[in-house]
């Protein structure tokens, strides 16, 4: 199946990092890949800009809006696909998704959509119109198994909702091995960012996404305000534990419900609590932390939880979308999303095995699992995978010939 053009469409070209070895994989395999990104400067631009990938400036902005822009916007998506003439259109996050079936209506490429955060059909006005519009892609990819069952009670056939998970970089996030050489680095971690040695230190590591009317209305989809909301109990009963933070908003809106929150939660004057923006590497916050915190009320295949294990971190999530499948209660722990009482609760069971010595055990069964299940080279190879079947069914509209092994 080499030599078949594939072109990826994104919404950010911020976030999305998981796409950098699934198109390494393809390129390896002999296609061509073309990555369409909204233009200017970004973090994803940048990861495929040094590894020599083509990328091209999205003429539509990725916002629906009842105006002739938006019309205007989509039509000049479709120009430029009938210029890059993909053999396969994949796209990611739901906008992208949207604007890709819309631009390609009656255009000869298979679609394949990758879904890595269920959010949207967690609205109701979204759901229902999905369960129509995903018959427009020829194979919808749950970067989760909670992401493909929903896809299956909305009525999409087991051999079109394939299941493939997003790996991470086992060699970069790899704690020391050396029992002296990692409390050297903990020791050197923690002085770097101001926290005491002997302290107690959970990390919640990602970036703020402000409300959105269409779920969860009034509160950020990550949870921020849950932990925040169970934190000054907590520390009232354990004043030198230490909470970081790390994480910014990618939009104005994120930004200002960040800034709202640091004041609501009296952040900015708290002595245990330390927030920070976004960070180029988060090792020496996993090499720092003795647990790692994502409460949130949405989640499709959070990338935090499966670095942190790397990295022997135990993890205290929610039980939304997939984090359940990253997490089991040998190696961390699962709480109800949106309590607060069951979060502290969780943290307090952490802190008294912190206590005892007995933490650093979770972790090593955290590391343990995470060089089982979260590799880039298989989740790269399955998707690479899927979209050379897409691609095998040969242009839409015509009828696939048979070849010589299927007569």
């Not at 990092?17 to 296609?31: A, F, I, K, T, Y």
């Not at 039509?75 to 430029?80: D, E, N, S, V, Y």
């Not at 998704?97 to 209506?105: D, F, P, S, T």
């Not at 979308?321 to 979060?343: Q, T």
Request: net charge positive; aromatic share 8%.
């Amino acid at each position: 199946m080499a030599g078949q053009r594939v072109c990826v469409l994104l919404k950010t070209n911020e976030g999305g990092l998981w796409v950098v070895p699934q198109v390494e994989e393809l390129r390896r395999r002999g296609h061509d890949v073309v990555v369409v990104l909204p233009p200017g400067p970004g973090h994803l631009t940048a990861q495929l800009a040094a590894r020599g990938f083509r990328t091209v400036d999205s003429p539509f902005d990725f916002r629906f809006r009842p105006t002739p822009a938006t019309l205007r916007g989509l039509w000049a998506l479709r120009r430029l696909l009938r210029r890059l003439r993909p053999d396969v259109l994949k796209y990611h996050l739901y906008a992208a998704a949207l604007a890709g079936r819309l631009a390609a209506i009656g255009l000869p490429p298979r679609r394949v959509h990758m879904v890595a955060n269920q959010m949207y059909l967690e609205s109701p006005v979204i759901r229902p119109v999905e369960r129509l519009l995903w018959r427009m892609d020829d194979v919808t990819i749950g970067c989760t198994r909670y992401i493909s069952g929903i896809y299956g009670k909305l009525g999409c056939p087991a051999d079109r909702r394939p299941v493939a998970t997003i790996g991470i970089d086992l060699a970069e996030f790899t704690p020391p091995e050396q029992e002296g050489a990692r409390a050297v680095a903990r020791a050197k971690a923690r002085a770097e960012i101001g926290v005491e040695e002997d302290a107690f230190v959970a990390l919640m590591a990602g970036y703020v996404y402000a409300p959105t009317r269409l779920a969860h209305r009034g509160r950020g989809i990550k949870g921020h305000e849950v932990l925040l909301a169970a934190w000054p109990a907590f520390h009232a009963r354990h004043p030198r534990a230490r909470l970081v933070l790390i994480g910014e908003g990618a939009t104005e809106a994120a930004k200002a419900y960040r800034r709202r929150l640091i004041e609501r939660f009296g952040v900015a004057e708290s002595t245990s609590v330390t927030w920070l923006g976004w960070v180029p590497d988060l090792r020496a916050y996993y090499t720092a932390a003795d647990v790692s915190l994502t409460p949130s009320l949405s989640e499709g295949s959070n990338r935090v939880v499966r670095e942190a294990s790397a990295m022997g971190v135990p993890s205290i999530v929610s039980d939304a979308g997939g984090l359940p499948e990253a997490v089991d209660d040998s190696y961390g722990w699962v709480v109800p999303r949106g309590d607060v009482a069951a979060l502290t609760g969780a943290l307090e069971a952490a802190h008294r095995e912190f206590e005892a010595g007995a933490l650093h055990r979770r972790g090593v069964l955290a590391r343990r699992h995470a060089l089982r299940a979260f590799g880039f080279a298989g989740p790269a190879a399955e998707v690479a995978d899927i979209v050379e079947r897409a691609a095998a069914l040969g242009p839409r509209g015509r009828r696939r010939r048979p070849a010589a092994g299927d007569r």
